[in-house]
């Protein structure tokens, strides 16, 4: 009986959500927002503690779904009234823990904010909303001879907003550059609840570049409702070939030869065996097995151009060792081969059920010693890593594969991490390539960055968030951000009620 | 609560998070609880951290279409509709979902008699006005009608139940495609009344596994063709679901309709082809579960004089068997993006070769028809 009565509820609409009630936030947020978009049920709750990193956030306060910028900024308002934190969340694609709550926030979830306000194929701008899905904007743009050209591996789930909160970069940035170069102006909710406009579409806005500050702060200055990107025309011809090698270091070696030789190619990806034989029972796009190594290359722009750079590439892989170069026959097959390369870190659950994906930046010459010392840290802690990267670029991605069930393996992969991270940065390396620092790296920005520049990175975030209420405990160490610990006094919470 | 998963299933998804864009209800809502990786997350929680079965986690079972868009975009192959299957039915089996009368209403599709008595008297309320359109019921309910008979023993044509009672046309249609192409057809009729798909969705498994028994031992040495995506993917999984040889290798003989057709599409007569641009609409369990969707195109394109590929990746219309009546909001929300693809294709009419997909579609006012029925009307005019 009580089954048919709670559908015959449902079937007459009268299912809103009810968990909450009482709780004055989550009140004024109902009261402010459709009742339906504001959950507060321990389901929601518990899965919006993590993204697609292995950071646990502990667990999210209220969750809304705003559609409108105005809807953005009641939140915000009711955020600061009753001084809760505000956790910015797009798909839950990140993986160094951004959009993990910490402190039982207000978590903003722009997932419905999801429409192509207009695009001006005459000033090739476009003006999306933060959840419009990366490849969902690519594909609107493609009829009209346009694209995005950031295009993370995740393209196909990540949002415009988790781009710009990450400045995302992708196999393509190599020659297009990253999200930074192709955003021009944003629409931010700030944590007053005042809406500000970032930077402008005049091609040299005056004043300070505030969208640059914007662009890669990690959800902590804001909530962006409003982005204007710049589209990308369509190269008139790409090519892409494979180049096998035995050895990562061949491959990492030819990398390389190639910048070096003065050619910029539109993506080189190299992935190591295993990932290569991860894929290839994915996808079937006839990855080479065998070879230590393989290469993606690719090259776009007028036919007789990279023609004559493809050809350059095959002879440059050849002298470094290649065992096999090949090029993709038509469109099905290089979509094939990149279709494996944008789903290698999903397909490693083939291995193990767990895996902590890094992602540093080294000088490109030191690439092939950075990987041994990679593989021997691995190694030394009895862990199984696999090698995807941004060659091009010198970005490594370096995933440990693990099953957290195996009791003492989560430590041993944090030690790893950190040892993996500290030979990057001994190379002459960066934190992040693309991924961002979230709560997975803020503990090494010691080591690159000094006190004197952290302090400034608080000041400038606090000229934003003075009370430290946006994205708390994110990027910048506790022991240089403002409020941040008060603002993380966790409010402890019955969250299954 | 145990919700007997296997733990090795529950342990291949990593939470990459690629399958979000291809779950329909995540497309509409954006929302975790109602994505893939948010569902097998919440089986974790109940079934490894003892988190309490509440109505929103139900809900968010509940919600799922089970079209298994998911599972193709998953790198790491989870069986997701394995597991959300094994999870429904733990849940009814203990009171939390499919209330009994939900259950009632499904019982009927496992006794052809009583199937008909009640599409009779559903044809008359029906033609009367007496029930909601939100039903989705065709316009015209056949009141009476005549079994197919027999032309041969070359193959059986798997005539099921809904399908049957409401849409034997297309039966017909596709038995005389069959004949054009010198196949001697046996129409399944009441020896297996139902392929037990509804009930294995709504967590009814035990009425599923019978129903899956009684077509295994009734169904003999022959091809058998099915012309309902759904049923097609049902009866490809007996072999999983029963768990015996005997299953696997009735399971191997279960071909769709188009995937066999295409293997003999050359002995189909050469005709004019039928002036129409049609938009081949994929049922989910024919691209994402039996992944044999581009037989369609095979089979239709030289009875058409143009075919045309929808635009968003095959993503569910939100019919789902019973799932339109049971969630008629998200069903509804999910159709208007595929009403919005199928615009955008500018088509003629719509083929579906699911009998669920075409009467949803039909109720937004968008023209479908089965591959059959138009390779029918190209070959017999």
Redesign the interface.
């Known amino acids: 009986m009580a ?2 009565l ?2 015959v509820r449902r ?1 007459l ?1 009268l299912n809103q ?1 009810t ?1 909450g009630d009482g709780d004055p936030v989550v009140e004024a947020l109902r009261a402010a927002l459709d009742p339906s978009r504001v ?1 507060y ?4 709750r ?3 503690s ?1 993204d ?1 990193s292995i950071f646990d956030g502990g667990v999210a306060g209220p969750v809304c ?1 705003p559609l409108t910028t105005a809807e953005v900024q009641s939140v915000m308002r009711i955020a600061e009234k009753h001084t809760r934190n505000i956790v910015p969340r797009g ?3 990140g993986l160094a823990g951004g959009a993990i709550p910490l402190g039982a926030p207000i978590v903003v ?1 722009v ?2 904010m ?1 429409n192509i306000i207009e695009v001006d194929v005459d000033n090739r701008i476009a003006w999306v909303e933060p ?1 419009v ?1 990366n ?2 904007l690519t ?1 609107h743009l493609m009829p009209l001879g346009f694209h995005f050209a950031p295009d993370p591996s ?1 393209q ?2 990540c949002t415009i907003g988790g781009n710009v909160a990450n400045n995302s970069g992708g196999p393509h940035c190599l020659a297009y550059g990253v999200t930074n170069a192709h955003v021009l102006a944003i629409e931010v909710v700030l944590p007053s609840g005042e809406v500000a406009m970032l930077g402008g579409l005049d091609a040299e806005p005056a004043g300070l570049d505030l969208r640059g500050v914007f662009i890669g702060s990690e959800g902590t200055l804001g909530i962006a409702t409003k982005v204007a990107v710049r589209i990308t025309p369509n190269a008139p011809a790409v090519k892409t070939m494979l180049l096998s090698f035995d050895t990562v270091r061949n491959a990492a070696h030819t990398v390389s030869a190639i910048i070096a030789a003065g050619i910029v190619p539109a993506a080189l990806e190299v992935m190591d065996q295993r990932i290569t034989q ?2 290839e029972t ?1 996808v079937g796009a006839g990855y080479p097995t065998d070879a230590g190594a393989v290469l993606l290359a690719e090259v776009d722009g007028l036919a007789e151009s990279i023609e004559i750079d493809a050809n350059r590439i095959a002879e440059i892989g050849r002298e470094q060792g290649a065992i096999e170069v090949r090029f993709a026959a038509d469109e099905t097959e290089r979509a094939l081969l990149w279709k494996g390369r944008k ?8 291995i193990a ?3 902590y994906l890094h992602d540093t930046v080294v000088p490109r010459s030191r690439l092939a010693d950075v990987l041994d010392e990679v593989s021997a840290i691995a190694e030394r802690h009895d862990l199984i890593v696999m090698n995807v990267f941004h060659a091009g670029d010198g970005n490594l991605h370096p995933l440990l594969v693990f ?1 957290k ?1 195996e009791p003492g393996v989560i430590e041993r992969v944090h030690a790893a991490g950190d040892e993996i991270l500290t030979a990057s940065l001994n190379a002459g390396g960066v934190l992040s390539g693309e991924h961002g620092v979230g709560v997975e790296k803020q503990k090494f920005m010691d080591l690159f960055f000094t006190d004197d520049d952290l302090a400034h990175q608080n000041r400038l975030r606090q000229a934003f968030d003075p009370g430290c209420r946006t994205n708390p405990g994110k990027v910048i160490p506790s022991g240089h951000s403002c409020a941040d610990i008060a603002a993380l006094k966790r409010v402890p919470r019955e969250v ?2 | 609560m145990d919700l007997k998963l296997d733990a090795d299933d529950l ?8 399958c ?2 291809h779950c329909p209800t995540f497309r509409v ?5 109602m994505s893939p990786r ?1 569902r097998i ?2 089986m974790r ?1 109940v079934q490894d951290n003892d ?2 079965v ?4 139900v809900d ?1 079972f509940a919600t799922c279409v089970q079209c298994r868009g998911c599972e193709p975009a ?5 069986p997701f509709g394995h597991l959300m299957e094994q999870t429904r039915e733990t849940l009814v089996d203990n ?1 939390h ?1 499919t ?4 259950q009632l209403a499904l019982k009927p599709l496992a006794h052809p008699k009583l199937l008909k008595a009640g599409t009779a008297a559903l044809a008359v309320a029906n033609k009367s006005g007496l029930l909601p359109k939100r039903l989705g019921l065709p316009d015209e309910l056949p009141v009476r009608q005549k079994p197919l008979v027999a032309s041969g023993d070359d193959v059986w044509l798997f005539t099921g139940c809904v399908m049957d009672a409401w849409q034997r046309e297309v039966h017909a249609a596709t038995k005389r495609v069959l004949e054009a192409a010198g196949f001697g057809v046996q129409p399944t009729n009441d020896l297996a009344p139902c392929c037990g798909a509804l009930q294995s969705h709504a967590g009814m498994g035990n009425d599923a596994r019978n129903l899956a028994a009684k077509a295994i031992s009734a169904l003999a040495d022959a091809p058998v063709l099915v012309n309902s995506a759904g049923c097609g993917a049902a009866m490809k999984d007996y072999g999983h679901m029963l768990g015996t040889d005997s299953a696997a290798a009735f399971s191997k003989r279960v071909f769709d309709i188009s995937e066999f057709l295409a293997e003999h599409v050359d002995s189909l007569p050469a005709v004019e082809p039928l002036d129409l641009r049609v938009a081949v609409q994929d049922p989910c369990h024919l691209r994402h579960v039996q992944r044999v969707h581009t037989a369609t195109r095979t089979v239709l394109e030289p009875f058409v004089r143009e075919l045309v590929e929808l ?1 968003d990746d095959g993503l569910c219309c939100g019919a789902g068997g019973a799932y339109s009546v ?1 969630q ?2 998200l069903a509804g929300q999910i159709r208007d993006r595929k009403v919005g693809a199928i615009e955008r294709a500018t088509p003629d009419v719509v083929a579906s070769a699911n009998p669920g997909c075409s009467m949803h579609l039909a109720q937004a006012g968008v023209e479908t028809v089965h591959p059959m029925t138009l390779v029918d009307r190209a070959l017999n005019g």
């Open positions: 089954g048919f709670s559908s079937r609409n959500p968990a959950r049920d321990g389901a929601e518990t899965l919006l993590h697609a779904y798909a839950g694609t979830a997932t419905r999801n959840g899905v490849l969902d594909r995740s196909q789930v991860a894929v994915y789903t290698a870190f999903g397909a490693v659950a083939q059920p767990d895996y099953d069930r299954w009620a | 342990n291949t998804c990593v939470q990459c998070g690629l979000l864009p809502t954006g929302d975790e609880t948010g997350q919440l929680e988190a309490p509440t109505s929103e986690v968010a998953c790198p790491s192959n989870v009171g979902m209330p009994k009368w939900q635009d049971l008629p909001e």
